[in-house]
C-alpha cells in the first residue's frame, strides 16, 4: 500500500472563505468518492497555529504504484489540482506501508 500525503499552503493574501478555495475543498473532499484507486481518503483544514504549519492537508492510500498513477491522472484529480494551483503551493511524501 502507499500513503499520499499533500500539505498545501495558501498563497499571501488568499483566505479559506475566498470563493476559489472554498470550490477547491469542495473538489478534494469529493475524490474519495469519485476515484475508485483510492483505498482511503480523507482532507481537513490544519488546526495548529504554529507559524511552519501548512494550512490543508490531504491524506490517503491506494493499492500501489500504477494505483497511485491512476490517481493522479483521473481527470477529478487534474481538476481539482488545476483549482488550487490559482491560490496554493504545496509539497507532498508517497511512502509505502
Known amino acids: 500500500m502507499i500513503r499520499h500525503l499533500?500539505?498545501?499552503k495558501l498563497n499571501d493574501g488568499?483566505?479559506?472563505d475566498d470563493e476559489r478555495v472554498v470550490a477547491g475543498v469542495e473538489a478534494f473532499e469529493e475524490l474519495g468518492t469519485l476515484i475508485p484507486e483510492l483505498e482511503f481518503w480523507e482532507c481537513a483544514w490544519n488546526i495548529?497555529?504554529?507559524?511552519i504549519a501548512?494550512?490543508?492537508?490531504?491524506?490517503?492510500?491506494?493499492?500501489?504504484q500504477?494505483?497511485?498513477s491512476r490517481y493522479l491522472e483521473h481527470p477529478a484529480h487534474q481538476a481539482g489540482?488545476?483549482?488550487?494551483?490559482?491560490?496554493a503551493t504545496w509539497v507532498i511524501a508517497d511512502y509505502e506501508v
Open 81 to 87: 489540482v488545476a483549482q488550487w494551483r490559482e491560490f
Open 6 to 8: 499533500v500539505l498545501f
Open 48 to 51: 495548529s497555529d504554529r507559524p
Open 66 to 68: 500504477g494505483a497511485l
Open 14 to 16: 488568499v483566505e479559506r
Open 54 to 64: 501548512y494550512d490543508f492537508a490531504i491524506n490517503s492510500a491506494v493499492a500501489d
